[in-house]
């Protein structure tokens, strides 16, 4: 499936889109779903997203989510990710050069990641690292 959004972020167009994507979470649950990101407009392709929805509906497992490089930094997926957290928990596993974007749009952490000691078992046993943002 293809989610569409438009160049500049938060535009009308972007709302619609997004509401789409919601659309199509909603009639579904513990399935996989995977969406390219992109700009209609263009044929810009932006990322990827990859959930689950939970079978009660009220949570999303956020598989992955990849904003390619040139596009970072322009608030497309924190927009994405505050849209589905309107009507869902998010829930995920952080790699660790993606903790602070987490920690900024809100996400609560299973471990404490102020703790050196924590990251550095992280770090040695290529784990990720657990979070929710309710």
Partial sequence: MLLALDRIVGSPRQKEYMNLLLSNIADKSGLNDSY????RNTNDIYGI???TVSKSKKSVFIEH???????REKGIARNIIE??????????????????????I????????????NLIYYIE????????IY
């Fill in 125 to 132: 046993n290529h784990l990720c690292v657990p979070f929710t």
């Fill in 36 to 39: 390219m990101i992109i700009d």
């Fill in 106 to 117: 809100g996400a609560e952490f299973d471990e404490d990641i102020e703790d050196e000691e």
């Fill in 65 to 71: 989510i990849c904003i390619f490089k040139e596009y």
């Fill in 83 to 104: 849209l589905l957290n309107k009507d869902y928990s998010i829930i995920g596993n952080s790699t660790l050069d993606a903790l602070g974007f987490w920690k900024n």
């Fill in 49 to 51: 997203i990859e959930y």
